[in-house]
């Protein structure tokens, strides 16, 4: 039993709700995938990810330098009865829009990059509201706006 209230615990939160979601549409994700999606920091994203983990909600597995969350390859008849459940609450749960920026990073990744997003090459690219400035800056340590392509939430 102690297990189940860690699990929902761990589910008690709109950040953590969010990247389950994230993760039944879109399946594995790495902290720099929650954090650009999100367009939260480095640390929260990965303070959630970890909750998540340690509450047996996604399992970890490393490829390279990345760790990527997923769900749980044998989770307990419990557990897998509340992600079933969870996928169905969560499928109509309006997102950020993650595809083009899960493209990017994973592009970038799979030619030996780190996963950063970077920066277009030409192209003009839309103007930041006040709000995505600041988003952009802290994922970006000060950098300038958004990728081109990125949509608004």
Do not use: W
Not at 84 to 89: A, S, Y
Not at 99 to 106: D, F, Q, T
């Amino acid at each position: 039993m102690e297990q189940l209230g860690r699990v929902f615990k761990a589910l008690a939160d709109e950040t953590r709700l969010t990247i389950m979601a994230l993760v039944f549409r879109h399946g594995p994700l790495c902290v720099c995938e929650v954090e650009q999606v999100l367009g939260v920091t480095q640390s929260k994203a990965s303070r959630h990810m970890r909750y998540l983990r340690d509450a047996g909600v996604l399992e970890d597995e490393r490829d390279g330098v990345v760790v990527n969350y997923r769900l749980p390859e044998r989770p307990s008849p419990e557990l897998s009865a509340i992600l079933v459940l969870l996928r169905g609450l969560l499928a109509t749960r309006p997102l950020p829009e993650a595809s083009p920026v899960l493209v990017r990073i994973r592009s970038v990744r799979s030619n030996g990059g780190d996963g950063a997003i970077p920066e277009p090459s030409g192209g003009a690219t839309a103007a930041p509201t006040v709000g995505e400035e600041s988003k952009a800056s802290r994922a970006h340590g000060g950098g300038s706006g958004r990728a081109e392509g990125a949509s608004e939430r």
